[in-house]
């Protein structure tokens, strides 16, 4: 099992940057392919981004590509999610998630296949 504890939130002025961090508990990090999800006020769940075991392969949503970058330090047992170039469209509950499954390649975008999750931290982007 696997406890995960994100960090980083806050509020910016659009157009500016925020680094999200998520700290996991245990010693089988390297193990988990993790990704990273925000729900806005009254929409469901959405997938942002994802990154393999060994960090060689990342995923991410369209709305997001070229300005999101997600990374992990398996020494650290720490997953980021370098956010630039803010939009108001941003805002949102950011969550962390670990999945030890199978078909990260087919299934990294759902967010039912992680196993588990964060509390959240709130991102507000001021327009």
């Known amino acids: 099992q696997v406890q995960l504890v994100e960090s980083g939130g806050g509020l910016v002025q659009a157009g500016g940057s925020l680094r999200l961090s998520c700290a996991a508990s245990?010693?089988?990090?390297?193990?988990?392919?993790m990704g990273w999800f925000r729900q806005a006020p009254g929409k469901e769940r959405e997938f942002v981004a994802a990154i393999s075991r060994g960090g060689g392969r990342t995923y991410y949503a369209d709305s997001v590509k070229g300005r999101f970058t997600i990374s992990r330090d398996n020494a650290k047992n720490t997953v980021y999610l370098q956010m630039n170039s803010l939009k108001a469209e941003d805002t949102a509950v950011y969550y962390c998630a670990a999945s030890a499954n199978n078909g990260e390649s087919t299934y990294a975008r759902q967010r039912g296949w992680y196993d588990y999750w964060g509390q959240g931290t709130q991102v507000t982007v001021s327009s």
């Open positions: 245990g010693r089988t990090f390297s193990s988990y392919v």
